[in-house]
């Protein structure tokens, strides 16, 4: 377990830099880094738990008293403080009590994990960074929002909120300019693929057991012919998220009819009654862009009162690097309604709340968790970019086999609105920026591992 330190800073002393003896870091070291800012110092051992730092040290590190026991690591006789960790977003309002809009409560909660992970983190976007000074005007969140100038920081946690911004020049330069010329580490970046996803993990045999078959929209013919094999299909938008957009198409034997189900625009669960599928389809799908649909099979699940279930299990690179699982909650979908979203009226329920018999309760958690773990590894082999975090879409049928219907990069957090799901809430959050803790250590001891 890494240890870190509480940070205080020295009046009357200048240009001096005491570290604890029980860090054990090799010396001697002439420098000290706190992000991209480094400027050469006296460094001494003392035998004080604290890491101690003279005023004007402080002030030419552009470091801001936060009181947030932070790490330290050592190499080519250079010591480092910190990590300091941007997480970039975008979405700025000028209003100092919510800085980032909607989304200013999530960040202050995440940003509120800071001591427990010993890191610094902030926000910004491309309007807070000065190129010319090498610094950056982050909002920090320490009771209220606040501002300060600090370095470049070690690693960089995309948390951009969407596709369209991801998809923005400026934001693409800004994060090639981050790694190419400051070698900044930059995790979780982008949004996946379904179609993208389905093809790179079906070559893996571990993996395409989980997979329901999914195919681009090409043609009737094949949604006829995976109707015949399942029974019912799902049409999802590829680049889809939140459960919108997304079609159930039955087919029904005994009276030969074909129906859909999905939600409206105006937030109603439609069910509709068709003597074939070009009149669906025509009617349904008026004006869509049917290249941007997939098909995907159908999978008889496991129902509680009726109403299918299907499971979000969240999986997070932890402080060394591993993928652990920190949440899992079942999703019951709303009445009529063709997916398990709480906006669709799906119902978060706990594990336990699903399956009352302790026993079932370890089986299925453990099926879960197993295929989570299995997926976030192969995820992390097929896809580019640094991934820290999952979250995933499961279901399991009748027979018991797990299926992924989803992967997201970046996951919702609809789950710990659940009562029983607070701690998960708080695990999740600090796992997010534990594993910058990681990062930041790897890219300036093994950088190779890295930037590899």
């Known amino acids: 377990m890494r240890q870190h330190y509480q940070v205080e800073i ?8 005491y570290i604890p003896a029980a860090a054990n870091l090799e010396t001697p070291l002439s420098k000290v880094a706190f992000g991209s800012q480094s400027i050469e110092a006296s460094i001494e051992i003392h035998e004080k738990p604290l890491i101690s730092l003279s005023h004007d040290v402080a002030d030419k590190l552009k470091f801001p008293d936060l009181k947030v026991p932070l790490h330290i690591f050592s190499d080519q ?16 309002t000028p209003f100092q009590m919510r800085p980032i809009g909607e989304r200013s409560l999530f960040f202050a909660k995440l940003l509120s994990v800071k001591k427990s992970v010993g890191a610094i983190p902030f926000v910004f976007g491309e309007q807070h960074i000065n190129w010319d000074l090498g610094t950056i005007n982050g909002l920090f969140y320490d009771g209220g929002w606040k501002n300060f100038e600090i370095p470049f920081p070690n690693v960089v946690y995309d948390r951009l909120p969407n596709r369209k911004s991801e998809r923005k020049a400026e934001q693409k330069n800004i994060k090639e300019r981050l790694q190419s010329e400051y070698l900044i580490p930059w995790y979780n970046p982008g949004f996946f693929n379904k179609l993208d996803i389905y093809d790179r993990l079906i070559q893996d045999d571990r ?3 989980f997979l329901p078959e999914t195919l681009p929209f090409l043609s009737f013919s094949e949604i006829e012919r995976m109707l015949s094999e399942y029974g019912h299909v799902y049409m999802k938008p590829i680049h889809g998220s939140l459960g919108l957009g997304i079609h159930q198409i039955l087919y029904e034997k005994s009276d030969s009819y074909y129906y859909c189900r999905y939600r409206n625009h105006q937030g109603e669960n439609k069910l509709l009654k068709f003597n074939t599928l070009e009149g669906l389809m025509k009617q349904v799908f008026a004006g869509k862009r049917l290249n941007r649909m997939l098909v995907q099979q159908g999978i008889h699940l496991l129902r509680i009162d009726q109403r299918p279930i299907d499971f979000r299990i969240h999986t997070n690179k932890n402080n060394h690097g591993e993928w652990v699982v920190t949440a899992i909650a079942a999703k019951v979908a709303g009445a009529g309604s063709v997916t398990t979203h709480v906006r669709s009226g799906g119902v978060i329920k706990t594990i336990a709340e699903v399956f009352p018999s302790e026993e079932e309760e370890k089986q299925v958690t453990e099926k879960l968790s197993n295929a989570a773990l299995l997926l976030s590894k192969a995820l992390e082999e097929n896809m580019e970019g640094i991934i820290g975090e999952i979250g995933f879409d499961l279901g399991i049928d009748r027979k018991g086999n797990v299926w ?3 992967a997201n990069s970046k996951p919702g957090r609809s789950i710990f609105k659940h009562p029983q799901m607070k701690e998960f809430d708080f695990l999740t959050r600090k796992l997010s920026l534990s594993f910058a803790v990681f990062l930041a250590e790897r890219a300036i001891i093994k950088p190779e591992e890295v930037f590899g």
């Open 10 to 17: 020295l009046h009357d002393l200048s240009q001096k830099v």
């Open 77 to 92: 006789e250079s010591l480092y403080i910190g990590p300091l960790v941007g997480i970039f977003t975008s979405g700025f």
């Open 207 to 209: 993996i395409a057991k």
């Open 404 to 406: 992924l219907f989803e």
